[in-house]
């Protein structure tokens, strides 16, 4: 580590300290000036494949981060093998909540405000800015409406199709692919996750909008779930995904304290009460890897997985496509180290294929969950 990095580093760290809500500002900064661009690497062995394109990386970034499409497309050349970012219907009120991130038995609360207030057409603009970049990335679609909204027919239907459809009109001519973001616990959604009659129309919606919108490169579609389901919930969504073809499921990180008081007993947070406070990285990383060993098994490998969150080193990578995910998406780390963490983690799991002898991603993906070879596509569904 040079001298930059040091100083980039103690500063960094200083102002995590002073400001937390500047955090993203400076990381920005540092990855548009290309701090540790001097120590990038090519790892032959990370080159892979996800929704049937070539990456040079299964480690990506995840929307949560609030970043631009610049900075996204930074972070890409610095290493990450895809982006996605966030895009949201507009909401007047203020939805604030509070994130615990845990890194190495550290904590660290992070205050989000205005979650919701990204107008989509912010979202065209954003992504009319990267139209001719080779890069992979997409965009999380989400809606906060739950009111009935009449389309042109005049006929009452959910306001988040109406919200979703926009969005995806929007999004679609400028993206890889699209996440159908019902994870969020604010998102009118959240209740209806394993609900066939609620997500089938949204799902239906979203799939229109896009090959009408982009008929010749047609963006991918994916849902991302929520952490806190059951394995009920887990069959009727792998179900449902099946059957509507889509092309993966993400897993989301971010737990509720309310439901998961029992992963903190140790960490001493008895003042946090919230409903909108969400934990996430070492307290719930079991569960996070139970519930890819679970939807593995329940599609049997037949729907890529990507695992949102938790992802603080490369050891974490390694452990996650061994159960099963096809690709990560990193977020939650970046509060603690920056741009930097990107690169550490990225040549920590280069080091590990090469230890244990693994040739390419491919080979690692699902290594510690072999699916079974009498499994028919009927079984599935009972």
């Not at 409406?145 to 679609?172: R, S, V």
């Not at 569960?287 to 938790?310: K, M, Q, W, Y």
Request: aromatic content about 10%.
């Amino acid at each position: 580590m040079n001298l930059t990095q040091i100083l980039y580093a103690f500063f960094w760290q200083l102002l995590a300290q002073i400001q937390p809500r500047f955090l993203r500002r400076v990381f920005c900064w540092g990855v548009e000036k290309r701090i540790y661009a001097e120590n990038v690497k090519k790892y032959p062995s990370l080159k892979t494949t996800l929704l049937g394109t070539n990456i040079s990386s299964p480690i990506g970034i995840q929307s949560d981060c609030r970043l631009d499409i610049q900075t996204i497309d930074s972070l890409i050349q610095l290493g990450a093998g895809f982006g996605t970012f966030g895009s949201y219907t507009l909401k007047d009120e203020n939805d604030e909540h509070q994130t615990i991130y845990y890194c190495k038995d550290k904590k660290q609360r992070v205050f989000e405000s205005n979650f919701a207030k990204t107008s989509i057409a912010l979202v065209a603009k954003k992504l009319s800015s990267r139209r001719y970049l080779p890069h992979f990335v997409g965009a999380s679609l989400i809606s906060f409406n739950a009111d009935e909204y009449k389309g042109l027919d005049q006929i009452p239907m959910p306001a988040y199709l109406h919200d979703f459809e926009q969005m995806t009109q929007a999004a679609a001519p400028f993206c890889d692919f699209l996440v159908i973001n019902v994870s969020h616990p604010s998102s009118c959604l959240y209740q209806l996750i394993s609900d066939e009659s609620s997500l089938q129309p949204l799902i239906a919606t979203v799939k229109k909008s896009a090959s009408v919108a982009a008929p010749i490169h047609t963006p991918k579609i994916l849902l991302k779930v929520p952490y806190d389901i059951s394995d009920l919930e887990v069959k009727a969504i792998s179900q449902m995904a099946l059957k509507n073809e889509l092309d993966g499921i993400v897993i989301a990180g971010p737990a509720i304290y309310q439901k998961n008081r029992s992963l903190l007993k140790a960490k001493e947070l008895n003042e946090l009460t919230s409903d909108t406070t969400f934990i996430t990285g070492t307290p719930i990383r079991k569960g996070l890897l139970r519930l890819i060993r679970e939807f593995r098994r329940r599609t049997n490998g037949l729907i890529p997985l990507i695992a949102s969150g938790c992802v603080f080193s490369g050891q974490d990578v390694y452990d996650f496509l061994a159960t099963g995910a096809s690709a990560v998406e990193v977020g939650s780390s970046f509060p603690f180290g920056g741009p930097k963490s990107l690169l550490t983690i990225t040549a920590e799991f280069a080091k590990l294929l090469k230890t244990n002898n693994i040739a390419s991603v491919s080979d690692l993906i699902g290594m510690n969950e072999p699916l079974s070879k009498d499994v028919q596509m009927a079984d599935l569904f009972n």
